[in-house]
């Protein structure tokens, strides 16, 4: 059995999605979440397979609360269901960790798919999202910086080490580190100091 946590802010969205998957004979929903930090607990305490994850949620969004679930639980699988599918939403959750990205207009039977794909650590993406990322890559401003990667740039900018911009953003260290060295990639730089005047230079930082 495949088990499943649901995390939406939305209680008729939730009830809606159990009722959905009530009818899959190899799907399980294990719990419920309404917001990103408690969507954390419930996943760390549950351990399930996969985490059906929304996007805009009081308190944590789904972006933060994804990329923690990928330092704490590596193993679960993280799928983002929303209603948004602009690229400043995409790209975020792709980057935050998120092994597919699906929108609530999909159907039962989609869903159910995408679940058991995630499950087995197939990534799993709506058309639209698809033509977003193909977009990122073939655009030639493909080195501009991701709105994670300038709040990143901007922590640093004001002083923060990687401890504090980890927590600031609530993610692990790691990542922080990672998206540190995405931004010198994209900027053509090799350190803190030179990311933070070059950020400057191009009015990426106020």
């Given amino acids: 059995m495949i088990r499943l946590l649901i995390v939406d802010d939305h209680p008729i969205v939730r009830g809606g999605l159990r ?9 399980v929903v294990v719990g419920e979440a309404g917001d990103g930090a408690e969507g954390i607990e419930r996943a760390t305490a549950l351990v399930p397979d996969v985490v059906l994850m ?13 990329a923690t679930l990928r330092e704490r639980t590596p193993d679960v699988r993280v799928l983002v269901l ?3 599918d602009s690229e400043s939403d995409v790209l975020p959750a792709i980057e935050a960790g998120a092994i597919g990205y699906l929108l609530k207009d999909a159907l039962p039977d989609e869903l159910m798919r995408a679940v058991r794909a995630a499950a087995r650590g197939e990534s799993v993406l ?24 300038k709040q990143v740039l901007q922590l640093v900018a004001n ?44 009015r990426l930082l106020t």
């Fill in 126 to 149: 709506a058309p639209s999202v698809t033509q977003h990322l193909m977009g990122q890559i073939r655009r030639p401003s493909a080195g501009t910086l991701t709105d994670r990667e």
């Fill in 19 to 27: 009722d959905t998957f009530a009818y899959a004979e190899d799907i």
């Fill in 82 to 84: 929303t209603t948004f």
């Fill in 159 to 202: 002083g923060n080490s990687n401890r504090d911009a980890a927590k600031a953003l609530f993610i692990g260290e790691a990542s922080i580190k990672t998206h540190l060295q995405h931004i010198y990639d994209k900027l053509g730089v090799r350190d803190r100091a030179s990311a933070v005047a070059e950020g400057y230079r191009r």
């Fill in 54 to 66: 929304d996007l805009r949620m009081p308190v944590l969004d789904g972006v933060a609360a994804t």
